[in-house]
Nanobody, 126 residues
Framework: VQLVEFGGGLVQTGGFLRLSCSTP????????MGWFRQAPGKEREFVAT????????YYADSVKGRFTISQDMRNNMVYLQMNNLKREDTAHYYC????????????????????WGQGTQVTVSS
């Protein structure tokens, strides 16, 4: 599964961005998808995950109510809509695919993911 993220950029506090992740090959297996982020000097952290079926989604507390993960299985795409961005959202954002057992399963730990994209930078300025 090869992943390519795009859509990052520079935005002001309170603004919005939509990250996209191309996931060709995902349909060949049962993969949950996730978004993670890593800020300079910090560990990579979980942001959001969605099940293969798309019926289960989980978010980090820090983004709950502001970020929305979604997918378009027909076009092999996963999205992260980010609204009301804050400076602390500044990070390199990664898309990841993790092989799971069931179509409703999600994954919140980085160790559960098998494939990672190169990431896209999001910078929020005041």
């Amino acid at each position: 599964v090869q992943l390519v993220e795009f859509g990052g950029g520079l935005v002001q506090t309170g603004g919005f961005l939509r990250l996209s992740c191309s996931t060709p090959g995902r349909s060949a297996g049962n993969y949950a998808m996730g978004w993670f982020r890593q800020a300079p000097g910090k560990e990579r952290e979980f942001v959001a995950t969605i099940s293969w079926r798309g019926d289960r989604k989980y978010y980090a507390d820090s983004v709950k109510g502001r970020f929305t993960i979604s997918q378009d299985m027909r076009n092999n795409m996963v999205y992260l809509q980010m609204n009301n961005l804050k400076r602390e959202d500044t990070a390199h954002y990664y898309c990841a695919a993790g092989r799971v057992y069931g179509v409703h399963d999600t994954a919140q730990s980085a160790t559960q993911y098998n494939y990672w994209g190169q990431g896209t930078q999001v910078t929020v300025s005041s």
